[in-house]
């Protein structure tokens, strides 16, 4: 049983996803935002939280805590995300409480994604990988899972791995669409998996010949996620110009849309945190992609 820890939880999407292949673990989850945690403490009651990733592996001297931290930019003139990210830092005196044999983790986009401005990974939100990275450095873990937007692949992605490959880590990546897993929407979404170099020279050494020298992720997705095709999934550009469409195909059957939630709509009347449950669902992986991706990762282990 591989240990995880989720940094920028969320509602515990990847976390789900890995469990679900029975080969996963969550011992850890770092995560800012109140509701957020809220619904990770309800699904996960005996995991131990963080609210801040700044502040996270904390040392011996910092008291445990479970309460969210903050996600907004404090005091930080002076420095840039990067450099911040990338300070020097010593692992913490009960670091071993911490470690686990996978991080993984979605970064913020909003500085990366398209609707944004396009600071990257210079941006205040976006900035956070480096933090992502300097936890990767204290911890060590065995795997790295690493989730954002698609956009990533010309906003940064080349910083990632540049780091990760710093840190020890060859890396694997790929572009999934929650519609490849049955979803009836695109979610595009860019997903990297970094194994340490000892692993990898471990594998070639035992005579691996995919060891180290691929770096795509997937392999006939849809094959493997034994879904169909992305015939059916949410178009807002078509359904636009054929109003009721959506509506028609689902009562009609035979496509692969999933039903609506009843009274669960962005104008819903009378649904509890209706907002906050919306942007959490907006923001968070769906978890049969991570499920998918979690049995590659076990998949590898048993070759290797």
């Known amino acids: 049983m591989l240990t995880v820890g989720s940094l920028f939880a969320g509602i515990g999407g990847l976390e789900l996803g890995l469990e679900r292949t029975g080969g996963f673990k969550t011992v850890w989850q770092v995560e800012c935002d109140e509701y957020a945690t809220q619904v990770l403490e309800r699904h996960w009651p005996g995991v131990r939280r963080w609210g801040d990733v700044r502040t996270f ?24 995300a990067r450099e911040r990210g990338q300070r020097e830092l010593e ?14 983790g979605g970064f913020p986009c909003q500085d990366i994604s398209y609707a944004g401005k396009g600071a990257g990974l210079d941006g205040e939100r976006s900035g956070l990988w480096y933090e992502f990275a300097r936890v990767v ?5 065995r795997y790295v899972l690493v989730e954002n937007v698609s956009a990533l692949l010309t906003r940064g992605l ?7 490959a710093s840190l020890g880590y060859d890396a694997w990546w790929d572009c999934l669409q929650a519609a490849n897993f049955g ?12 194994s340490t170099n000892a692993d990898i020279e471990r594998r070639k050494a035992i005579g691996h010949a995919d060891a180290g020298d691929g770096k795509t992720l997937r392999q006939e997705t849809v094959k493997h996620s034994g879904v169909g095709s992305q015939a059916d999934v949410a178009d807002a550009a078509r359904d636009k110009q054929q109003p009721g469409a959506a509506g ?15 009274d669960v709509g962005r104008v819903a009347d009378g649904v509890p945190a209706r907002v906050d449950r ?4 907006g923001n968070a992986v769906v978890p049969q ?13 048993e070759h290797g």
């Open 57 to 80: 592996p904390p040392d011996a001297a910092s008291p445990r805590h479970e309460t969210p931290g903050t996600c907004s930019p404090s005091e930080r003139s002076g420095t840039t």
């Open 289 to 301: 992609v991570a499920e998918w991706i979690g049995n590659r990762i076990l998949e590898a282990m």
């Open 91 to 104: 692992p913490c005196d009960d670091g071993s409480d911490w470690h686990v044999d996978l991080i993984c």
């Open 158 to 164: 080349d910083a990632v791995l540049g780091t990760l």
């Open 183 to 194: 979803a009836p929407h695109i979610r595009d979404r860019v997903f990297v998996i970094a």
């Open 278 to 281: 919306l942007r959490c669902l």
């Open 137 to 141: 450095r204290i911890l060590e873990p």
């Open 248 to 262: 028609r195909r689902v009562s009609e059957g035979g496509c692969s849309w999933w039903s609506t939630e009843p």
